[in-house]
């Protein structure tokens, strides 16, 4: 008797917040993830594909579209890989590349996991990638408006308030603003033909921030995680998500029998309904998206065409 090979799934988000004006984007990077999968890749070269195309669009948060820093010129990435393999590579406040996310694959065939600042730049040209410090119109305009809202009483991250991003100052230029969060990152995840899973994330870090932050998406279990149950992608405030474990506590869920839709309900559920969050996810059979924000997503089952 054959046995059917189990069908593909890619989902992909570009950020809990980010509006679905952007959709268009996330359907584009999953046919790339799904181009990848029927020219013989595995899960891991296809999330990597898909998040390519997000950073090199310029309208997401993350690589080519990154986002300004506090000072309006600093600009700080961070990527992650990982799949049913036992690849792992993540890079996190990595300047002057444009796809960080490759920058991660590389990693994962290191002896590390994780990268980061002077290191990860360093090790990002000795693998080739040339300097890249173009600023996206995109990530230019968004910061415009960040800077007409200098008078707005409205608290620039949910719990935090506006005054300690002065108070806490450390770029090299004196403080001139506050401004509203901005939390889009970009994900995806993969289920291959041959029932592996994969996970990919690039984001421009978020705003504000004081220089050197860290989010979620270069910890693995925080922003991502993938083994043999599926894998998982988280998208918001990362403060947040790093305090729930919330990648690996959703992964946990899904591989106790919790159907995909209801692990990623229960994600969203653990924050308060003021902190952006968005989650995505493949399990051996299903594959889902869920946020509290407008988050950008497309779904692709099967891999013909």
């Keep these: 008797m ?12 570009g950020g809990a917040g980010a509006g679905s004006g952007l959709n268009d984007g996330c359907i584009v990077a999953a046919d790339a993830a799904r181009c990848d999968l029927n020219e013989g890749g595995a899960a891991l070269s296809a999330a990597v594909a898909a998040v390519v ?9 993350a690589g080519t579209g990154a986002a300004l820093g506090l000072d309006g ?11 049913t393999q036992g690849r792992l590579g993540a890079v996190t406040l990595l300047r002057g ?3 960080p996310v490759l920058v991660a694959r590389q990693i994962a065939d290191t002896p590390h996991c994780l990268i980061g600042g002077e290191g990860a730049v360093r090790f990002a040209r000795a693998m080739g990638h040339a300097p890249y410090d173009k600023v996206s119109e995109h990530a230019r305009q968004q910061y415009r408006e960040m800077m007409a809202k200098l008078e707005s009483d409205d608290a620039a991250m949910p719990g935090v308030a506006n005054g300690d991003f002065l108070k806490f100052w450390n770029y090299a230029d004196a403080p001139r603003f506050r401004i509203p969060s901005a939390t889009d990152t970009v994900g995806a995840v993969v289920r291959d033909h041959d029932g592996g899973f ?5 984001t421009g870090g978020s705003a504000p921030s004081l220089l050197g932050r860290v989010g979620d998406t270069p910890l693995v279990g925080c922003g991502f995680y993938a083994g043999t149950f599926g894998a998982v992608a988280a998208t918001g ?3 947040y998500m790093i305090r729930t474990l919330l990648a690996v506590r959703v992964y946990h869920w899904i591989s106790e029998g919790v159907s995909v839709a209801e692990a990623l309900a229960r994600g969203i559920a653990l924050f308060p309904a003021d902190v952006p969050v968005g989650l995505i996810a493949v399990s051996a059979t299903e594959a889902g998206a869920c946020a509290n924000a407008d988050m950008p997503h497309a779904i692709v089952r099967g891999t013909a065409g």
């Design 2 to 13: 054959r046995t059917s090979r189990p069908e593909c799934a890619i989902v992909v988000h």
């Design 53 to 61: 195309s997000m950073e090199n669009d310029g309208r997401f948060n």
């Design 73 to 83: 010129k600093t600009i700080e990435m961070d990527a992650c890989v990982m799949d």
């Design 97 to 99: 590349v444009k796809n």
């Design 198 to 202: 994969a996970v990919a994330g690039s």
């Design 237 to 239: 405030v990362g403060e």
